[in-house]
């Protein structure tokens, strides 16, 4: 849907179609239709200067599959993933199930669009749910009763924050939030993270996004690694480039202007 200019999308209760949404931009990027006119000018801002932009979205999404099959293969049957996103083709929990039917998943989100799409989908599911939380409150994301009947965690867990911290600034204690969750999981569990960095960036693509986006993060290797503390990064291979990593044999994808990190940790 392209309106005209200066009309009003039509949006569901509780959804406002001018203010941006970063999950329905990577909508966008991953060519769905639950976008508006606002996330599609603000994205199409950011591809003029960055037009792999969209590529990179779709390698966050070849390795959202690469390493939920990963850990599922190693035994994994229970994942939490943490700003999830909308729902789109190969969700966690699809692909999971594929692999092991008996997988459990909790998906976690904040934005309004997501909670919309992820209740039609997952309706009648008993095995997958939704909680509406933000990735800075996760005593209430621990504690939602979701989670504590579909996560038990006494037992190994897969816990994933795909292209979601680099929306948190360091004043709202991310390192924090996340260790929050990690206390809370048993020896064996895996973390996931992918998150864009400012290492091997343009300096002119990272000005254009801090003018034209300005609640991007672009962190250091160093202080992506910081998340990991105390688990174990799965080498090979690594931290790598998200389009690189593959515990498998995979073929490493193309570099992008924009870099972004990724690696997968277990607990000691």
């Not at 203010?19 to 931009?25: E, H, L, T, Y």
């Not at 979205?57 to 599922?72: A, P």
């Not at 250091?220 to 799965?234: S, V």
């Amino acid at each position: 849907m392209n309106p005209e200019s200066g009309q009003r999308e039509m949006a569901p209760p509780g959804v406002d179609p001018t203010v941006p949404s970063v999950a329905r931009m990577y909508d966008y990027g991953l060519g769905g239709t639950t976008n508006y006119r606002i996330d599609r000018e603000i994205s199409d801002k950011l591809w003029a200067a960055a037009p792999d932009l969209p590529a990179l979205t779709h390698d966050g999404r070849r390795f959202l599959e690469r390493v939920v099959r990963f850990m599922v293969e190693a035994g994994v049957d229970q994942i939490i993933d943490i700003g999830s996103g909308l729902p789109t083709a190969n969700n966690v929990h699809q692909v999971a199930q594929a692999i092991n039917p008996a997988v459990r998943v909790v998906y976690v989100d904040n934005d309004p669009t997501v909670h919309i799409h992820a209740q039609a989908l997952l309706s009648g599911d008993e095995r997958t749910r939704y909680v509406d939380s933000d990735a800075r409150t996760p005593a209430q994301i621990i504690n939602h009763p979701h989670t504590q009947r579909l996560i038990d965690f006494t037992r190994p867990v897969g816990l994933m924050y795909l292209y979601l911290l680099h929306y948190i600034a360091d004043a709202d204690d991310p390192y924090g939030s996340v260790r929050r969750v990690l206390d809370e999981l048993a020896s064996g569990s895996y973390l996931v993270i992918s998150h864009v960095t400012q290492e091997g960036t343009d300096p002119h693509l990272h000005a254009t996004f801090q003018k034209v986006f300005s609640g991007v993060i672009f962190r250091t290797k160093a202080e992506i690694l910081r998340f990991f503390d105390g688990w174990d990064i799965i080498t090979p291979p690594g931290m790598v480039n998200v389009s690189e990593w593959s515990a498998t044999g995979d073929a490493p994808g193309e570099p992008r202007a924009l870099r972004a990190w990724t690696a997968v940790a277990i607990k000691p």
